[in-house]
């Protein structure tokens, strides 16, 4: 199997101004989700390193995501090999500025405690140290993941290693200017293990701000309830949980306690052997919209970079800088409570790479992938117009050109989906000021379905090099 291309991306200024004034509010704390994948695994080329040859191949890891043609459709923006011994803090530092770039305040670190250290692809602690640098505007906060039972010991050994952190002033503070504590599938451990945590780091004059990440604010018992400070829950990650969240943010009001909006960009997992219908940007844009109008005191972004289930907002090889220079538009615009000023005409654009319903070809997988939570399919061509005032828009696709007059500012476009490369362009008084090929064809044929949404930024340019440079 032919090594997959990917896009090489730059990264030049930004095409709105960072509003500095938030009109009196008191902005609220982008929280992005950091799991498990780091930018790179063995610090080799794209074309041999283990996202190629294990994680996107049918064939990786022994053959057992074969079913699914592969782990992964999706792999982080690679890069040259770096000469550094400390390669993974550099990756993370990277990181770190691009998430401050776009108005990220703290990467919600998950980790298992379960994990000995060494033997996570990223540990807790190195994340601390990439963000040393960084830490006047930028923090860690870590996400203890509670998916699996400790015993005494080993929660002992999880409080004895907060506490070791507690000092290091990459530790976020929340809103209440304590240090701010995740956990993930909080509902699955007692009330009482995560009240010995407390009473380790307070024994030591450290307070906590608490925030467990419930599955179901509903499972979660009134000791659970009592010991939050704020409440965010595992959804938001179809437009019909929207109302869901809503009606959480109503009961956290009610407990007197702080509400975190879930955002997702999409979800797709193809191990699972399901996909949500995402309508290309519209969830992730809908999920900041209710950030705004339910005045959530903190924004999780779910995920920077889970591409096990898609979620990811970190520049990539398929999304490109699609949801990133969203992200970084719509991060500002929920901190400001206004939308920031644009400085340039700009294009985001959002598609899949194949039909979801019928129209592609797929050849070797035998069961398709299904949909989740009764969502309709959607498959159409979106594009983003950031316009400096009213101006001309051209999508093409196949052998049909779409043109529509479009307003200044934000506004949304789709077309159906056709096989073949799509174009766009802006235009204002007959002049092309924005001319932007898709990265990605529509394909009438694949071994495997891949639906996920990929994307591009007239912000980035973007090429595709021959998968073996520098190797």
Known sequence: MPVRHFAQLSAPPTFYERPISSQGRVPGMVLAHWHFFPRSIDNRCAAKDYYTLQYLRPGGEGGKYAAAGGYLRDRPEPRAVLSA????????????KQAIEIGIDAFQFNFDPRVKLGLAPIALEEMFEAVIPHSSSFGVVPCIDCSSQLDEPMIAQLSERLLSLARHPAWKKGRSGKLLLCAFWAENWRPQVFSEIF????????????MPIFLDDLAATPGHLEIADSIAVWSGNHLESMQYMTEVAKRARTRNKSFAMSVWPQDFRPRAGYFVEAFNSALFRKGWELSRSLNAEYVNLLTWNDYSENSHIRPSAGIGYSFFDLCGYLAHWYKSGHPP??????????HR?????????VLLQERLFSTRYGSKRSDEIEVLSFALSPAELEIEI?????????PAGLHSTKVPLAFGQPRFSLRRNDTVLVNLESAHQVLERADYQDLLYVGGSSN???TTPDSEQGC
């Open 460 to 462: 980035h340019k973007s």
């Open 85 to 96: 011994t400390k390669w993974k803090i550099s990756d993370l530092e990277s990181e770190v």
């Open 398 to 406: 196949g052998r049909r050109t779409y043109t529509t007059a479009i």
């Open 199 to 210: 009473r380790v780091l307070n024994s030591d004059s450290f307070e906590i701000e608490f």
């Open 341 to 350: 000023r644009l400085t340039a005409d700009t294009l985001l654009y959002f």
């Open 353 to 361: 790479r194949q039909f979801s319903a019928g129209q592609t070809s």
